[in-house]
């Protein structure tokens, strides 16, 4: 089995450093990331400047390549540059940080795991509470059972996942307790962060996106819910954001565009442009 190890955190980062201790036991091991922190970047691919790489060494022996790019990025240089094989599964962490709720869609951790369910390969994205340097190792071993079972167990085509750990349950498990795993779904409320105001030495003014926590619980049972709770959090994911419910009623709408609508008369204190920046 090909394992591609990637993450947003770079490729130096200590979570991913104890993944690949474990997952080195599963399959055959590819490192591939970011030279430089990444956090926050969400689905953002290169394609208006070339995607610079490098060896990266670590006491002396090859690490992995290390990519000026997003995390997308590294998933698609291992697919289609690389490596000479293709990832049957790719995994994506250990993050910093819990990628739960709505976050999902601004991780660079989770849409590392999302291009690689584009190409074919089973996924995984793989975050902790917060940075805990004692903690990174066991998270690691606590993901990599996870991984090997989901792997065994799954049925059909190539799958999605996001896994999430609470800080606490990790040191219990340290203790000797065995974790409780919940399957639950994504929360869809916006996630607890905010802009705090501050002003450079300058006296130019900024905004600073803070993380708040998560949360209070929803009415309904989500992966925010259950790890407040402290259970580790396996979450299936669909990249097909369709409403299909709601496309069937609007197929009943009847739009349509008539060629006898004139154009609409411009602003008269507005200038248009007629030109346009043509890429290079």
Not at 133 to 140: S, V
Request: with cysteine; hydrophobic share 40%.
């Amino acid at each position: 089995m090909k394992i591609l190890l990637t993450n947003d955190d770079g490729i130096l980062a200590p979570g991913l450093a104890a993944m690949a201790k474990e997952l080195a036991a599963l399959g055959d091991l590819a490192i591939i990331a970011p030279l430089m922190e990444q956090s926050g970047v969400g689905h953002a691919i290169t394609f208006l400047a070339p995607i610079k790489y490098r060896e990266v060494s670590v006491n002396g022996q090859f690490w992995g390549w290390g990519i000026e790019g997003s995390p997308a990025d590294c998933v698609r240089m291992g697919f289609e540059a690389l490596l000479d094989e293709r990832p049957d599964v790719v995994v994506s962490g250990i993050n910093s940080g819990f990628n739960a709720g709505v976050n999902v869609h601004y991780s660079g951790t989770c849409s590392a795991a999302i291009e690689g369910r584009f190409f074919g390969a089973t996924s995984f994205a793989v975050s902790i509470q917060k940075d805990a340097p004692d903690l990174y190792a066991a998270a690691a071993r606590i993901a990599a059972q996870i991984i090997r079972q989901t792997l065994e167990r799954q049925t059909g085509s190539p799958r999605l996942y996001n896994l999430n750990m609470p800080n606490r349950t990790i040191q219990a498990y340290l203790d000797g307790v065995e974790p409780e795993i919940a399957f639950a779904p994504m929360d869809n409320r916006l996630y607890g962060e905010k802009l705090i105001r501050g002003e450079s030495p300058f006296g130019l003014p900024y905004y600073w996106c803070a993380a708040n926590g998560l949360h209070d619980p929803p009415e309904f049972r989500s992966d925010i819910t259950e790890l407040k709770e402290g259970k580790i959090v396996l979450t299936p994911l669909d990249y097909n954001m369709t409403d299909r419910g709601y496309m069937d009623s609007m197929a009943q709408w009847g739009l349509k565009v008539s060629t006898d609508v004139p154009p609409a008369e411009p602003d008269p204190e507005k200038e248009y442009p007629d030109v346009y920046l043509k890429r290079m």
